[in-house]
C-alpha cells in the first residue's frame, strides 16, 4: 500500500519533487497545490495528470480523506500557518522550508529517529549538503566551531528563498550544531548570476582541536560523501578534502587546523537544469524521508 | 600656498555627504584586526575633522567574521560601540550583507546607537534585501542600498535593481565598484542612469585598483552623486578606496566644498591611520590583477595566503576566479582554484 501525498506549493522545489515522486513505489502523488493558477508548476502536474487546485492549504483541509502526508515546498512564513493547520487535520507534514518547527532530518545523518514525529522539517538546500560532512567529521574528531558556505545559481533561487533568506542562514546554522554535532554553527549563503549558471557549491569548514586524528576525519568524510550520493546522484567533492594549518582563532576557541571539504552538487534535471543542484538535493532529500515514513507507517517492505 | 588657487570655504554646505569607511573595508587590510583603542582614535580624528558618516563593521559586514572571510580580532559590536561613544557629530553606520549578516544584527546596532545600515547585494540580487532595508526603516534608521560588484552589469540593469531597493523603503542608493573594475566613463554611465531614474540620491564607493578612486568620484559627482566612500590613508580591500584625505583635498581645490577641514583630515591620515595599517595600500601586481579582471577586492590577501600554502601564482588564482565570474562572498573558490593550479602543477612536474 502506498502513502497519499500531496505537495503544497508549486514553485521550483514543490515541481521537481513532483516529478521525482511520480517515480516513487511507496509514495502515491495525489495533487500538486498551489495558489497561482497560472503557475508553470501546476501547468505542469496538469500535463502529468496530477490534480492541480490553486486554493493552496485550503485545498487539504477540504480533502483531508485523501491525503497522509504533505510535503510543503511554499515558504517558511506560509509553513508556520500550514503546520498548525495539517497539525488539527492529524495529517503529517514534511516541511521543505526553514521554518524548522518539527525535528530537522538529515537521511543519510538520522533518517530513522524521527518517523513517528507528525511534522519534520528538511532544513534546507545547503544544510542537506553540509551538515552530512559536519557529522562526518564530528564522529571522527570534536568539533568545537562549524561553518558552510552555499553557492547557488541566481536563476535557481526563487521568490520564496530570496525572502527567506535570514530564514536560511539561522535554520541551516542550527542544523549544523542539532545534528552536524558542532558546538557552534555559522552559515553562510551567496547568489551567483553567472550565465551559464554554476553548479551548486558548498564549502564546509571544521575547526580542529590539537590531537585530532586528521586520516580519521578524512576518511570519514569520504565515507559520508559516498553514503549522501547514495540518494543524490550529482553530490561529489570538487576536490579532495584538505587540513589546513592555522592557528585559527574561532567563537569555539582557538584550534590548530581546520579541514576544508569542497562539494558540488549536479541536478538531476527533472526541474530545471542540472546546475539547480540545490533543488534535487533537497527534493532527493525529502523523498527518502517520505519513503522512510511509509516502509515505518505500513511496516511493508520497499 | 598662492592666493590665485581656491580656498577650501568650510562653512560652505557641503557638496555631497561624505562617509569614511576606513574602520569597515579598510579593515580587509588589516585582516579586520582593529584594536578598541584604534576604533576609539580613529573615530576621534575623523569626528574632528568633520566627516559626517564613519562604517565600522568587519570588513565583510555585521556577522562577516568567520573561516571564509577571517575571523575579527574584537568582537565587531565591541568596535561599534566605542565608535558610537567616541563620535560627537558623525553618524555610525554598519554594512550587512544579506546571506552573512540578519536582521537581528540590525536590531543589535540599532540598539548600539547606529543610525545608518547599509544593506549590501551583489549588482543583479537586490530582491535579498527587502527585509533588511524593511527592518531598518521599520527601526527608525537610515538605510542605504549597496549595490556591489557594479562592473558586472549594465547601467540599465543596475538602475532596475536599485528601484527595487527604492521601493524596499532605501533612503539613498550606492553604485559600488567592489572590484575597482570601473573607469570614468563606465562610472559616468552608470550614475547617470541612477541620478535619471531614481528618486532617491545617488552614491559613489569607488576603489583604487585602476588609480582612479579619485577621479571616478569626482565624475560621479559631476553626474550628480551626492554621496560618496572614501576611506583614510586609502586604506581597504584590494588597492584600497578612494583615499578620504586626498580626495577632499582634490575638492578643495575645485572649489567643490565638503565640509571637512582638509588639513586635520591629512593629520589624521598621517598620524593616526598610517600607523595602524600592516602595509602601506599601493596598486601592487595583485591590486591591478584585481581590478583589470574584475574580481571582488576582499579576495586580494585571502589569495595572498593561498598561493603560499599551495605553492601557487596568486596571479594565476584572480584570473582564474575571474573567468568563473565568481561574485563578492565567495571567498572559498580561491582554495578551490588554488588546489586545481597545485593539481595540475603536480601533474606538469
Known sequence: MALRCAIIGSGNIGTDLMIKLMRSETLELVALVGIDADSDGLARAKALGVQAPHTGIDWIRDHPADVDLVFDATSAYVHVRNAAVLAELGIAAIDLTPAARGPKVVPSVNLTEHLDAPNVNMITCGGQATVPIVAAVSRAAAVPYAEMVSTVASQSAGPGTRKNIDEFTRTTARALEEIGGAEQGKAIIVLNPADPPILMRNTVFCALPDGSDHDAVLASVEQMVADVAAYVPGYRLKNRPVVEEGPFATPGGAVPHRVVVLLEVEGAGDYLPAYAGNLDIMTAAAVRVGEAKALHLTGVPA | MTTTQEQPDVAAKPAFRLTDSTLRDGSHAVAHQYTEQQVIDIVAGLDRAGVPVIEVSHGDGLGGSSFNYGFSGTDEMTLIARAVETAKQAKIACLLLPGI????????????????????????????????????????????????????????????????????????????????????????????????????????????????????????????????????????????????????????????????????????????VRPAMNRPQMVDRAALILGYAGVYGSFMLHSERAAARYGVSQAEILLELGRRKVVGGQEDMIIDVALELAAQKARQK
Do not use: W
Open chain 2, 101 to 272: 549578516g540578519t536582521v537581528d544584527d540590525l536590531k543589535a546596532i540599532h540598539e548600539a546607537g547606529v543610525s545608518i545600515a547599509r544593506i549590501a547585494t551583489h549588482c543583479t540580487e537586490a530582491d535579498i534585501a527587502e527585509q533588511h532595508i524593511g527592518m531598518a526603516k521599520q527601526l527608525g534608521m537610515e538605510a542605504v542600498g549597496f549595490l556591489m560588484m557594479s562592473h558586472m552589469t549594465s547601467p540599465e540593469e543596475l538602475l532596475k535593481q536599485a528601484r527595487l531597493m527604492q521601493d524596499y523603503g532605501a533612503d539613498l542608493v550606492y553604485c559600488v565598484d567592489s572590484a575597482g573594475a570601473l573607469t570614468t566613463k563606465t562610472v559616468r554611465d552608470r550614475i547617470e542612469a541612477l541620478v535619471e531614474g531614481l528618486d532617491v540620491p545617488v552614491g559613489l564607493h569607488a576603489h583604487e585598483n585602476l588609480s582612479l578612486s579619485v577621479a571616478n568620484s569626482l565624475s560621479a559627482l559631476e553626474c550628480g552623486a551626492l554621496h560618496i566612500d572614501a576611506c583614510t590613508a586609502g586604506s581597504g580591500a584590494g588597492a584600497g578606496n578612494c583615499p578620504t584625505e586626498v580626495f577632499v583635498a582634490v575638492c578643495d581645490r575645485m572649489g567643490v566644498p565638503t565640509g571637512v577641514d582638509t588639513m586635520t583630515m591629512v593629520d589624521v591620515a598621517e598620524e593616526v
